[in-house]
């Protein structure tokens, strides 16, 4: 009963997060409904966890899990924002880690994954065709005229892209190694439409990024014992891919789009280098970065009511080290390298997992090169993508070594 409850409240997380816009219903900056969702998970994590203790055998990644959260913790002033981050941070690495230590729950969780992923693809292929978002408000800013690009239900096109990126090494495992044929068509029709949605949010690092994707996993897997026509898909996605950009390249918007990017990506990255040497050690706070490079964020976009707009750092590696200092990076560096660490062993043996744990290392990957131009982890879609995506690594991993 309280594994069942366990997967219902990881899905119920996950889907709150990504099917439900973020600004749609806020409390202090931060979703109401995860917010509601907050004692449940803190309960239900604790006794799940006391229950199932003997299988999490805490080392490393554990220890500097909690170092991190408790610097977070002691560093940032007490807030909703960070309680939610840290006890959602830790419910879903934990309860996810612990739900697919046991085989009989790691496909019903990939194809909630890969069910999400769907949906979220194939309204993103409604709304281009409408050229409007007709079931959630629109707060992505539009240039009238230029390229409509899609933001499905999670508020801005690049979060759009990169949580696909996130749920596609997921789904393609699904489709080639799923037991059952509903969950293997349900991994081929989420990954197939996830390439055109990914397309249609005309982000550069997500289009960029799913082509690597693509790539390592016909590298990696797709010469062994895949299916052939899994390379010919690949390559067929790059070309997609690839006309996406084209198609970016030659319309009249772009370089002016293009410009105004790079322009305000460059000078945002030198104000939060001006802003962590007066702040090294420790940096400006949670949720206190954007406040730190808003007055040349004014200068660059005078014709724009700026009121209404966020102002990200666009690099989640700078990010940290804008609020959390130089220890928030370093402690967040070793945790993405013991990540990886903990999981390229068993993915180096044939067993019945490796394709599961490729698909989730392939996920990592991904995400954290794609950082290099969003704030990642400060979306909520991605950060509890992310967080199921490493407790299903570790899981997996640990699967292997008993």
């Known amino acids: 009963m309280l594994e069942k409850t366990s997967l219902g409240l990881v899905a119920a997380i996950l889907a ?5 816009p973020t600004p749609l219903l806020l409390i202090r900056n931060t979703p109401l409904l995860l ?3 907050l004692p449940a998970t803190a309960l239900l994590g604790l006794l799940y966890v006391i229950s199932r203790r003997a299988q999490i055998n805490f080392g490393l990644f554990d220890s500097l899990l909690l170092i991190f959260v408790c610097y977070l913790l002691i560093r940032n002033e007490t807030s909703l924002a960070l ?15 612990l739900l697919i230590h046991d085989k009989r729950n790691h ?18 292929l409604v709304e281009f065709f ?9 707060y992505f800013p539009r240039h009238p005229g230029g390229i409509y690009r899609v933001t499905a239900t999670l508020y801005h096109p690049v979060v759009t892209g990169s949580f696909l990126l996130q749920a596609m090494p997921f789904s393609i495992a699904l489709w080639l190694r799923g037991r059952l044929r509903p969950l293997r068509s349900l991994g081929e029709l989420a990954w197939f439409l996830s390439i055109p949605a990914i397309t249609l949010t005309f982000s550069k690092g ?8 693509i790539a390592g996993i016909v590298l990696v897997m797709g010469f062994r014992k895949i299916k052939k026509w899994l390379i010919i898909a690949g390559l067929v996605s790059i070309i997609l891919l690839s006309s996406g950009l084209y198609l970016l390249s030659i319309h009249g918007e772009e370089p002016t789009r293009q410009s105004i990017s790079y322009d305000i990506r460059l000078s945002r990255w030198s104000d939060v280098i001006r802003e962590f040497a007066e702040k090294p050690v420790a940096g400006v706070g949670f949720r206190h970065g954007s406040q730190a490079i808003i007055e040349n964020y004014k200068e660059l976009l005078t014709d724009q009511d700026i009121s209404d707009l966020s102002f990200p750092v666009d690099n989640y590696y700078l990010y940290v080290l804008l609020e959390e ?12 390298l013991v990540i990886l660490l903990n999981g390229i062993p068993a993915a180096s043996v044939h067993s019945s997992e490796q394709p599961w744990i ?12 794609v950082s290099l131009t969003f704030d990642s982890l400060t979306w909520w879609p991605n950060l509890a993508m992310f967080w199921i995506t490493t407790g299903i690594l570790r899981g997996l991993s640990c699967r292997y070594i008993d």
Do not use: D, K, M
């Open 16 to 20: 709150t997060a990504s099917l439900i």
């Open 35 to 37: 917010v509601l969702l």
């Open 83 to 97: 309680a939610t981050f840290c006890g959602i941070t830790l419910y879903l690495y934990y309860a996810t880690f």
């Open 107 to 124: 496909e019903y969780l990939l194809s909630i994954i890969a069910g999400i992923a769907l949906i979220i693809s194939a309204y993103a």
């Open 130 to 138: 409408f050229q409007q978002n007709i079931v959630f408000p629109e």
């Open 206 to 213: 997500s289009l960029f990024t799913a082509c690597l994707i």
């Open 325 to 336: 200092g130089f220890i928030g990076l370093l402690l967040w560096l070793l945790l993405l």
């Open 358 to 369: 490729l698909a989730a290392i392939i996920s990592v990957v991904g995400f954290l090169l």
